[in-house]
């Protein structure tokens, strides 16, 4: 038995709440049904109120704007190996070298920073060589880099106000994350770095 006024709040009991309603047999299976906020919450200002906080509580925070326009336009990739193994030094050697060549055939921008590290340097705890790339080939470059790392460790990141962000919560690896020392970057920088900005890209392009 099940009401039909159509207003009863319980219309599965064979008790209706409402004295004048009018009871009749059915046949038909009931069918459970879940209770939604979207459906049977009641719609009250204080309810909705409600809502919105515990939904803005769930967003993500606003990320750090790169640059003024908010757009990261320059990475890192720092390509990491054991300077005391001779294979791991090898690969490196390896990618150092063809990066260059890349780069001056036109395959993609990349310019390999001068310094190749054979000991710890700043937030790097062991060997490493960095290899500067504007978003213009960033596509180009990460796709080789995923497939011509020969096992070392890539750290990429962007280049942006935020060191520190910028090496841990914003930073992806290829390989095995290697441990960073933080304690020489900068939580906040006064401008974007920009560098060679000669090429015209990355922060330095024509707007």
Known sequence: MRCTCG????????????PSAAITPSTSKLTPRLLTTHDDAP?????????KMA???????PRHPAADD??????????????????????AQHIHAEIQRLNASHRFTARVYRTFNTAPVGPHTIG??????PRESFHAVYDWFLRNRHGLSILVHPL????VRDHT??????GAAVP?????????????????PELGLGYSAKK
């Open 128 to 133: 490493s060589f960095e290899t500067w790339v």
């Open 7 to 18: 207003t009863c709040c319980f219309p599965f009991l064979t008790i209706c709440k409402r």
């Open 70 to 91: 908010d757009e990261i336009k320059e990475f890192h990739f720092h390509t990491y190996f054991f300077q005391r193994n001779p294979h791991s030094l090898a690969a």
């Open 160 to 163: 942006t106000r935020f060191e």
């Open 43 to 51: 719609h009250t200002p204080a309810v909705q109120a409600t809502a």
């Open 180 to 196: 960073l020392d933080l304690a020489g970057l900068t939580e906040e920088l006064e401008e974007v770095p920009r560098q060679y």
């Open 55 to 61: 939904a803005s509580e769930l967003l993500p925070t």
């Open 169 to 174: 919560e914003a930073a992806v690896w290829m």
